[in-house]
């Protein structure tokens, strides 16, 4: 989980060790010069497997629910929701922390047992897919989803939390996030190698063999037995999903691949997805119409995005193309193409295979070409649960098409088809073509509920021919998405009922539990400052980790290189804080205000002009110097209070709220998500306890070993 305020707990601990025998460890971080009961490698094996768990949750769980692909950040929130349950039931004499395989495995044969596929019938948001569902309704699986998720990360949390207390507060955390930032890494390298569920099972299996293995052999009785018989059950459950026929497993998506007389359908994370054919045998439908709509046009370089398996290749090849840029960002796609296709487009020297996202590339390249399509691109199949976006928001609006267009040749022409579902949905694009052009695009369509189409505009009038024009069908059509509002699929600015309804259980549901757990809320009061801290930094984490796939694209890797800066800017965070007296906290919100400012003030969109390298450190300034900052003021006030545990669960609900807030962006766009996060920070700082200002109040630095 990218820890943020949130996850900054220094909360000491009464059982650090988890081990009942023990007797109760005071509430004071270790002193100088103590022997630490601990090892240091524990807290950082415990902290990698909490955040390694975290993200298999999110990569599994979305490739088998589909409700989870509209719900981005659902799992993260039942994971900050678990993790700080976990922190603070380490003053509970009952220690859960070994528990969490007995949680973890039911909840995985549940979801097998009744994967879910989704239809949704609301006209207020596009559910891209006609799937019937397969399994519960949404109403009955997201609380469960919810609700197990909670239990199992409450579980490694409390194995992190109980190991707090054995050190002083600021280096217990450092070693909490050296711990994430190598679950991180880990689960990067798997998903670089492409490998399965099974493999996630068995390292989450060693780690809590390494964490717990001895305490395992000095139980006896049904409670080790249960722990051990789960952890072989979710191998077993997990090597089963892995061994399945025609099954693999990309950095995006469950694909499956299945064949039949005259084609080989792939479908993934359930959802019915690319056919493999032979153009020679079958009608390519679309894909040929459109090249009888471009006039006179050479062939002579071609670009696809979204190439995938490679049939939009070989048609392009089919029809006289001299070279072919195909840009797909699942390199399973590719490969599967590569190896199966009967027409062998990839084979061809003609064509250039390109493993990237479509928007980066048409920002980087620096050819020209004849003819750019948009090759049925699909959002809601890909990166479920990966970030706030779906993956070609930024693919589809009107900056991206006049990049898309500022790369024709004189005489050229942009295609896009898909199969749209609504008529609104046809009418954007064709109102968004029409104005980067200058003039509208023509139209092919077939019938039924699909509304598969085809849009054709040429570089120039005369670089099109249409059989019908495009018009639009409806008073009162949607604008086209823009870098600060990419949500195609949104009729318009607002946030459907159904979010607000799940959004609001989510926020009960986190009350009642902190309530329960950690007693009466009214101890919270004197952290109200804390709680709006935590909605805050939610938010930033948000609007740059959105940020950084407009600039870099919207692949695994630049998803985790930035989940992995926010850990590093709040790890600076803390070892400035261990090393040097903070200035009084009113001039560190004098600089984070400043901070946002500066980021407001600056689109994001007007770095994509400059040179990767430059576009990288101006980012990077941009994004993280609020991040840093703000944990900077959390790290000075939060070291300073008496109450740890009423102040982590102020600061968890706060958090909370910055998840649910996150949806805001859908009516203001995700730059006004910092005005939002200032608003907040505002909060902060007018709430806090008198004194907290004042330099005594704040910790002194932490001397160095030696």
Known sequence: ??????????????????????????????????????????????????????????????????????????????????????????????????????????????????????????????????????????????????????????????????????????????????????????????????????????????????????????????????????????????????????????????????????????????????????????????????????????????????????????????????????????????????????????????????????????????????????????????????????????????????????HLAGGGAFAMYNSYRKTWLIDRYGQTLADAFGHPPCIDSIGGGSRRAALVVGREPGGQKCARVWRSTQAGRPVPATDDHPFPYLFKPGIPSYYLWVLLGVLLVALVAVRGVAGPLGRMRPYADLFFMGAAFLLLETRYVTGFALLFGSTWLVNAIVFAGVLLAVLAAVETSRRFRPPRLHWLYIALAGSLAVGFAIPLSTLLTLATPVRLMAAVALAFAPVFIANLIFAARFAATSGSTAAFGANLIGALLGGALEYVSLVVGYRNLLIVAGVLYLMAFLLQPRGSQSSSALPAPARRAG
């Not at 194995?159 to 955390?173: E, I, K, W």
């Not at 070609?392 to 991206?400: D, G, K, N, Q």
């Open 1 to 406: 989980m990218p820890k943020s305020e949130a996850g900054l707990d220094l909360n000491p601990a009464e059982d650090p060790t988890g081990d009942p025998d023990r007797d109760r460890a005071q509430q004071e971080p270790a002193p100088a010069g103590r022997r630490q009961r601990t090892p240091p490698w524990r807290l950082v094996l415990a902290s990698a497997l909490v955040l390694f768990v975290e993200l298999a949750l999110i990569r599994w769980t979305g490739s088998n629910i589909l409700h989870l692909s509209y719900f981005s950040n659902f799992i993260l929130l039942g994971s900050f929701l678990g993790v700080g349950l976990g922190f603070l039931r380490v003053r509970w004499q009952r220690d859960l922390s070994g528990w969490w395989p007995v949680f973890l495995t039911p909840f995985v044969a549940l979801v097998l047992a009744f994967p879910v596929q989704v239809n949704q019938n609301s006209d207020q948001i596009l559910y891209f897919t006609g799937v019937k569902p397969t399994g519960a309704p949404s109403w009955i699986t997201l609380p469960v989803i919810f609700l197990f998720v909670a239990a199992v990360m409450m579980c490694l949390g409390e194995g992190v939390g109980r190991m707090f207390g054995d050190f002083p507060p600021l280096t217990a955390y450092r070693l909490d996030l050296i711990g994430s930032l190598l679950g991180i890494g880990l689960f990067t390298c798997l998903s670089f190698v492409g490998a399965p569920p099974v493999a996630w099972g068995l390292v989450a299996t060693a780690g809590y063999l390494a964490l717990h293995g001895r305490r395992l052999q000095r139980s006896a009785g049904l409670a080790g037995v249960a722990r051990l018989v789960s952890l072989a059950l979710l191998v077993v459950l997990l090597g089963g999903e892995s061994l399945s026929g025609g099954v693999s497993w990309s950095p995006y998506y469950k694909v499956q691949v299945r064949e039949f007389p005259e084609h080989i359908d792939i479908s993934v994370n359930g959802i019915p997805h690319q056919s493999i054919m032979d153009i020679t045998k079958s009608s390519v439908g679309l894909r040929a119409t459109l090249y009888q709509r471009i006039v006179d046009n050479p062939l002579r370089h071609v670009l696809i995005v979204g190439a995938g398996n490679g049939t939009d290749v070989a048609v392009a090849l089919a029809r006289g193309a001299r070279s072919v840029d195909a840009v797909e960002i699942d390199p399973r796609l590719g490969e599967i193409g590569r190896q199966r296709h009967p027409n062998h487009p990839y084979q061809d020297p003609r064509v250039n295979l390109v493993i990237d996202d479509g928007r980066a590339f048409l920002q980087r390249t620096t050819t020209s070409y004849d003819l750019i399509i948009f090759a049925l691109p699909d959002s809601l199949t890909l990166v479920s649960g990966n970030s706030s976006l779906r993956l070609e928001s930024y693919l589809f609006t009107r900056e991206a098409i006049d990049v898309a267009r500022s």
